[in-house]
């Protein structure tokens, strides 16, 4: 059933559109003498601030070392299902042996990735890092696939707070003097 | 449903609630019965009890007796007053005897589980990412469940050998065994091959292999199975995938006769591993390391991944036509399988009768039994084919009948199913003078030049059954898809005979059961959905007083033996 509902008629003030323009007007001659607040992207960029979640990528300890052990939490935890890891053994002569797992393959799909940072936040390894890049362009669909080449290039060395593998390593030097 | 009579019951009472179970059982499987967890490692339902993990202590009491008197001791309430044991007992070591009392949801037992698992991560390394046991591992599952959630542990932690190999296929890790020794008694009791023990004392113990050998035996991936940790992994799966991953289908071990039931492991379409699934029947909760392999042939070399007639790759339903064509000229003859499923060697009896009663050859394929989860019959299925009404004898293991009878010119068209006929005594001379249908899964020698080839699925790509050594009716299920360019075996056998015989006939596992149910007499009744997990046993009659190869293994005694003669 149609329900009417009446309209008020509209007072005078309001039938000489006088009010509106006058109200339109105040704002632009505010904006005309307030500083300007537009950036000239791409020439100038923005100011990242701490916390921003931009592109995934891998990174290594400030001694060189991989520090993505391959233990695929990332995987299972993506929920877009952007990344795919083929894991591999470190071989017994590597000097990083005793970490004994490294990644063969570690593909992010940048097309399917939603920057949530779940990855980052799982993590036991502190391996990745949603950095600060946050323009992904290419002209085909598979160079948007970061291999792990790639996501080492654009994670470079963070500072490391724990080194447990090098305590480990050292703890395996000291330990056998029982 | 009314459980047959037992005598021999004793009736427990765990947390409250009373549970009837067989004489000699103990306090885990009791609780297990009733839905309680007790939390153990070192304990096995298949080996013996040691009791040195102390993981499943419980409190225990009896029923208090007045020795005097020999009259119960009645409490304020008038029931019978409970005597309990001033210190915890552990469960595993602890058989049920009547009236026995069980508490395992007390303070003292809490602060139980707590203390051991502190004890037992104290030179635990924290090695989760890089250990392959995540996911599956009973010290993450119990820290999780039953300890006290943080560490007080600030000393330095131990340090022992890592990345040892045991054996070609066994690596292992000392810093996360934590001494259960299951492993040491699997090699003792099962494989009867004891290299495996402890060396040092105290926290300083290392499991380690004997001087001068190696855990080489076929069973040695079981210790990977029953290791609660991730000290012994394997050496073909070790770093591939994590477990969390896999989904598992249950299948069936089709390197012999014995049918041990298995778990397959895989993801997105690809297989990882191979395990053992608990059958009390057939295998317990073993298998052989050999049969763990065999989800290499899915991605094999010589893999047939499509179809072919005359030499080119051609759609299944045109190299079926090809097919229909050259066995409707007749002088027919077909060697079937032992390693094709039950639906698919009863829809080749379809195709036999078919094409103007074709006479069917079977190869027999033998090996020597190992008396455990290998028999001499090196096939999954011979009992199948028996009971189908396939063949009516045991095979031989050469084809020297066929051979003949293509020498004498009487055959003009050969099916082969999964047979390599150089190895069954065909010369190449006779394969030439024969037109070849070849429904197989791999290339196989000699057959190169076949008319057609139809390809088919492996077992872990299908879903079907086997008849074991016991007559035991298993079945399998598909575990991962199949190439691209093969078909399911029985829509390919069900095409050749709807075709040939101009009668439509069923081509799935379910459909093929409602037929053999109708037509055989063991399998009346029967239906594929019916069969339970742990298979079915089907009345062989005279078939089961056949000479069959198989000696004695585990749960089964040839039909001989067991008659006592």
Redesign the interface.
Known sequence: MAKVIPRKPLTLAERTYLPQVLGGLKTTFKRMVSPNVTLEYPEERPVIPEGYRGVPTLVKDPDGREKCVSCQLCEFVCPPKAIKIFPGEIPEDAPTAHVEKAPRDFQIDMLRCIYCGLCQEVCPEEAIFLQEIFSVTGYTRSELVYNKQKLYELGGTLPDRHFKWEKKRQAAERGHQH | MTAPAQTDLVTVVIDGKEIAVPKGTNIIEAASRLGIEIPHYCYHPKLSVVGNCRMCLVEMGMPMIDRGSGKPILDDHGGQKIGWMPRPAIACATAAVPGMQIRTTTELVKQCREGVMEFLLVNH?LD???CDQ?GECRLQEFATDYGRGYSRFIE????KP??TRLGPRVMLDDERCILCSRCIRFCQEVPKDDVLGFVDRGS?STLTCYPGKQLENNYSLNTVDICPVGALTSTDF?????V??LKQTPSIDTESSVGANTFVWAREGKIYRITPRRNDAVNDTWMADSGRELYQQVEAEDRLNACHASGKPVPAPEALQAAVALLKEGKTAIVGSARASLEEQFLLKKVARAAGGAPVHLVAHTGEGDGLLVSADRTPNLRGALLTGLIDTLPPASLEALGAAIDAGEVQTLVVVREDLLAAGLTEAQLERVRIIHLDTHRRPGLERAAVVLAGLTVFEKAGSFVNQQFRVQKFQKAVPGPGGAAEDLFLLATLAAELGGESMPSTPASVWQAMAAEIAAFRGMTFAGIPDDGVVVEAGRLAELPFVEGESLHYKPAAEAAGV
């Open positions: 390394p989760c990412p890089i995540a330095e932690k131990n340090v890592k990345r300083y070790r770093f591939k995938m994590r969390w991953f």
